[in-house]
């Protein structure tokens, strides 16, 4: 049976999420580079991993996904990272990886190891809202907060587009995640991520919360770190079964500027 390149992906990723699951270190397996000097080398490596064939400079705040150490290494890391367009653009999704290589474990950081914010819940129970408390002396209504709005979804009103199998491909153009040949009744999905901050406020695009079905509510599976007032990130384990999702979003100076999303089954 052939297996396509982006299965291939998306199992790989889902044996790395376990393994680092199962060693009770990270939430989710992504990192961000943290490198005070504003970027790390990542070494572009092939066959034995020695063999450099380019490096690449990624800047503070940009993130990967973290694989495991580098083969025969002690201070790499291997890492999988998107494939940037030249021409840059105001919010980007990523739905896979297809770019690798070593970086060096000091010029990096783990995305939920990071300083959290602290979570609670709107009165109605139907938002997410983390505050950064990390400084007590910043007065309580001037500290940033990031709100999950969630609702009822209206996805049944909406055009699908499905395989001969059944399953749902598209709705309004859009791949769905968190769902698979039918939409489950009682629905939900991200309605809108809200951004606030001292001098700064935004609401997601709507492209960075798109199609995000069965969206958590359990604060185990969802959290918001930062590495500086600049760099704020937002990560939530979505869906369940066959239909789980993880998805990271990464917020520069008070707007979303990125996405990066993929299936891991449970």
């Known amino acids: 049976m052939m297996i396509s390149a982006k299965k291939v992906f998306y199992l790989s990723i889902f044996s790395v999420f376990s393994l680092s ?3 009770g270190q990270n939430k989710v397996p992504f990192g961000v580079v943290k490198a005070e000097e504003g970027y790390a080398m990542v070494r572009v ?3 034995n991993y020695r063999k450099i064939v380019d490096k690449i400079r990624m800047r503070r705040g940009d993130v990967f996904v ?5 083969p025969g290494e002690t201070e790499w890391i291997w890492i ?12 980007v999704r990523y739905d896979s990886l ?5 970086v060096n474990k000091d010029r990096i950081a783990y995305i939920d190891r990071l300083p959290p914010y602290t979570p609670t819940k709107s009165k109605n129970g139907k938002s997410l809202i983390f505050t950064d408390n990390t400084d007590p002396k910043i007065p309580a209504n ?11 979804s209206n996805a049944s009103y909406r055009k699908k587009v499905k395989d001969a199998n059944g399953k749902i491909l598209t709705i309004d153009k859009v791949k769905p995640w968190g769902i698979g040949n039918e ?4 629905m939900t999905e991200i309605k809108s991520i809200r951004v606030q901050q001292p001098g700064r406020g935004s609401v997601f695009v709507r492209e960075a919360v798109k199609n995000l ?5 359990d604060f185990n599976n969802v959290g918001v770190t930062s590495i500086d007032n600049d760099h704020i990130f937002l990560y939530m384990i979505n869906g369940s079964g066959e239909n789980r999702y993880t998805t990271l979003w990464t917020i520069k100076e008070g707007k979303v500027i990125s996405q990066i999303i993929y299936n891991n089954p449970e």
Do not use: C, H, W
């Open 45 to 47: 490596a092939k066959d």
């Open 213 to 217: 079905f069965q969206p958590t509510m």
């Open 66 to 70: 973290y694989v495991k150490p580098a």
């Open 21 to 23: 699951l199962m060693k």
């Open 183 to 186: 939409l489950p009744e009682g």
């Open 80 to 91: 999988k990272y998107p494939d940037k367009d030249d021409t840059e653009k105001p919010f």
């Open 98 to 102: 297809n770019k690798e290589g070593m």
């Open 142 to 152: 001037q500290r940033s907060k990031v709100i999950i709005d969630v609702y009822p």
